[in-house]
């Protein structure tokens, strides 16, 4: 059997002194029940949660993770910079090095600014291209996710029409809808966010046509507005530079995060020349904005991202994961729609319109020690070896007998919030 009773335990302390007992994307709440809500520690591609169960981790912390939790070399350069010196009045050389090192390794980046999350980086992206251009208007593909500001958080509560009077939604992968949407913006448009490409919950992804890249920045041209990419999701995981370069297209601004110091908290916007005096007059910072051990752990992780091989190993054992599934679904008789680049999967059962089965078969995955995620894409570590690739393949197949077994059981989706999320999905 396995223990949950820690986990539980601690899921019933938060409900008393942390609303709602969790709250963002780390929140376990529209997750199946057997998911753990609390970690103890973390090591290669493996978590143990609170109660000691051990699991190979298919989300790595929602991205952040990239060559392994405590990686040996990044560990290292962070303890040696912790042994000195982390928040301290002024940043530490590491920050300067950072910067050279990621201008250099990013075609259409001339200077670099950090910050800690995402959402700072996409607001910081936002606010730079309306200093720039002197315009008001955001052009946002509908349903993308660019974090938990007032302007890009996906719920409405507590946010204002105000807040988002100079947004305006286009949709993703549709230039006759940006088109539309640059008219209605009259003349004030100062970006475009982008993308890299279609990735959002509960659907299957898309990869951008270069068509669509390529007619992005050109309607940008045309207007006079910024091209900002915004790619902390993707950063580092579909290539060593900005991802729109395989299209041979430049953003003006791009915003990174998750990966960039290895899961210490860092994130970035990156911007050409011609943005540096907006950069330069606007007020942006944090307390812990230039605090010196994710730098240096940074610098270490970007020297990995240059010298090693393990994009293309990362690739590598995505695919064979990805073509074991898909023997394995056919094999069992399910079709199954894995979308997406293969190192940041959507896995999604075909004919399972409110995830009753996606949430079965993941749930008794993670039952048996593979991490895997019913709804949101997936991210795939090159610290997985061979005996973890194996033992993913033979779980999610036992997971695929299990579900094949219990196929006319299984009810309708329990969780009130999936089941309307997915009306609406449905309905749109
Ligand atoms: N943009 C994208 C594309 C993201 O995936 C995320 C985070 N999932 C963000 C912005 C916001 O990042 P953060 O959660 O670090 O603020």
């Not at 946002?140 to 500001?149: E, N, P």
């Not at 279609?198 to 041209?221: L, S, T």
């Not at 749930?363 to 895997?372: I, N, P």
Request: one cysteine or more.
């Amino acid at each position: 059997m396995r223990i949950n009773s820690r986990n539980r335990e601690l899921q019933e302390r938060a409900q008393k002194v942390i609303p709602g007992g969790m709250y963002g994307h780390e929140s376990v709440a529209l997750l199946p029940a057997d998911f753990p809500q609390y970690f103890a520690r973390a090591e290669g591609a493996k978590l143990w949660d609170v109660d000691g169960n051990e699991y190979i981790d298919y989300m790595c912390a929602y991205g952040p993770n990239l060559f392994g939790y405590n990686h040996p070399s990044i560990e290292a350069a962070a303890r040696a910079q912790a042994a000195l010196g982390d928040t301290m009045t002024g940043p530490s050389e590491f920050m300067v090095r950072l910067a050279e090192d990621f201008v250099g390794m990013i075609d259409h980046a001339d200077w670099a600014m950090f910050c800690k999350n995402g959402s700072d980086a996409t607001s910081m992206a936002m606010v730079m291209a309306r200093a720039h251009t002197g315009r008001r208007k955001i052009l946002v593909a509908k349903g993308t996710y660019h974090g938990a500001s007032v302007w890009s958080t996906p719920s409405p509560q507590g946010i204002l029409p105000e807040d988002r009077a100079h947004i305006i939604y286009f949709a993703y992968d549709d230039l006759n809808s940006l088109h539309d949407a640059v008219k209605a913006a009259d003349g004030d448009v100062a970006a475009v966010f982008a993308t890299p490409f279609r990735h959002e919950v509960f659907q299957d992804q898309a990869e951008p046509p270069e068509a669509y890249a390529k007619g992005v920045r050109q309607i940008c041209d045309e207007i006079d507005a910024l091209l900002v990419v915004d790619e902390i999701r993707t950063g580092f995981r579909l290539a060593r530079d900005c991802s729109w370069a395989q299209f041979g297209v430049k953003p003006d601004l791009s915003a990174w995060g998750k990966v960039l110091a290895n899961g210490y908290p860092l994130s970035a916007v990156l911007g050409a020349d011609r943005l540096r005096a907006a950069a330069q007059k606007i007020f942006v910072t944090g307390s812990f904005w230039f605090s010196a051990v994710p730098m240096a752990a940074g610098v270490e992780t970007l020297r990995l991202i240059r010298e090693t091989d393990y994009l293309e190993r990362m690739i590598a054992i995505s695919d064979r994961i990805r073509a074991g599934l898909a023997a394995q679904a056919a094999a069992h008789g399910f079709a199954m729609r894995q979308t997406g680049p293969s190192q940041m999967p959507q896995v999604l059962f075909a004919d399972d319109p409110d995830m009753r089965y996606g949430y079965f078969w993941t749930e008794a995955a993670v039952r048996r020690g593979v991490y895997l995620h019913p709804y949101h894409n997936m991210f795939v570590t090159p610290a997985l070896t061979d005996a973890d690739v194996e033992k993913t393949l033979t779980v999610t197949d036992q997971a695929f007998e299990e579900l094949k077994r219990s196929y006319s059981s299984i009810g309708p989706q329990t969780n009130a919030v999936v089941a309307t999320r997915l009306g609406i999905l449905a309905a749109a």
